[in-house]
């Protein structure tokens, strides 16, 4: 039993670091970190298993309900990993980011990797950050298909 024990917290050990390194060396992943279970979040994290198609390796989406007291936060997080990032599109409104696509800098020759970020009008955001091959046309295109 205490064998059992060991290989699962071993297990959970591995898993959980895969989700650190997605975002080594980024500001947002403080975002993910400190937001990611409060009450009104809702975190998501998928592997390559659902993604294959696409080529996707890691997505983590954040989406906060109540987003004011965060907004602070992201926006600090976003303009550091920003400066270092190709800017895709981006709206601004009254000098705040209200959306926001950005691609950074590759991993390892041709994993790509994005930020997209996005506020509603009823105070919510929502922060995603994806990792793979897949380039910014397809990404686009997913995430805007109708299927």
């Not at 898993?15 to 990611?36: C, E, M, N, R, W």
């Not at 975190?43 to 294959?52: A, I, N, Q």
């Not at 691609?103 to 506020?119: A, V, W």
Request: glycine share 8%; net charge positive; charged share 25%.
């Amino acid at each position: 039993m205490k064998r059992l024990i060991r290989i699962a917290c071993c297990c959970l050990l591995l898993l959980g670091s895969t989700g650190l390194y997605a975002q080594q060396g980024l500001q947002i992943a403080s975002v993910f970190q400190k937001y990611g279970n409060q009450k009104g979040t809702t975190y998501m994290e998928l592997s390559k298993t659902l993604f294959k198609e696409w080529d996707i390796d890691h997505y983590k989406s954040l989406k906060l309900t109540k987003a004011e007291k965060a907004l602070p936060d992201i926006y600090r997080c976003l303009e550091a990993d920003k400066q270092h990032a190709k800017k895709i599109k981006e709206v601004v409104s009254n000098g705040a980011i209200q959306s926001g696509y950005y691609q950074l800098p590759p991993l390892k020759g041709s994993i790509n990797r994005f930020i997209l970020f996005r506020t509603g009008k009823k105070g919510d955001a929502t922060l995603i950050y994806i990792e793979g091959e897949i380039d910014s046309d397809d990404l686009v295109t997913l995430m805007f298909s109708k299927e």
